[in-house]
Nanobody, 122 residues
């Protein structure tokens, strides 16, 4: 069975940093697009960052220059180091995978983690 497990969430002051990690089992992420999505209270789940089969990274405009996505094929993990966090970044962050051709669209993802909460306070 496929399992994605996020870790690294927490609460930080404005300008702080966190590193999210996603551990995958039952799925070799090297063969799929993988991504991070987030959902804030009262908002729809939204794209944050993704990496495709070629290793090309894509970012939402709101996080460009602050977040970085990386993939460790040997460890079968995908990470999201985040810096310069803002209150607007507060959300539950989800790791997702399962599409061979997409890493940015919610409906294209087949597998999801349960999420990890990130809170940015001022």
């Amino acid at each position: 069975q496929v399992q994605l497990v996020e870790s690294g969430g927490g609460s930080v002051q404005t300008g702080g940093s966190l590193r999210l990690s996603c551990a995958s089992s039952g799925l070799s992420i090297v063969y799929y697009g993988t991504g991070w999505f987030r959902q804030a209270p009262g908002k729809e789940r939204a794209f944050v960052s993704g990496i495709n089969l070629s290793g090309y990274s894509t970012y939402a405009d709101s996080v460009k220059g602050r977040f970085t996505i990386s993939r460790d094929n040997d460890k079968n993990t995908v990470s999201l180091p985040m810096k310069s966090l803002k209150p607007e970044d507060t959300a539950v962050y989800y790791c997702a995978a399962g599409s061979r051709w997409s890493s940015t669209v919610v409906s294209d993802m087949r597998y999801w983690g349960k999420g990890t909460l990130v809170t940015g306070s001022s």
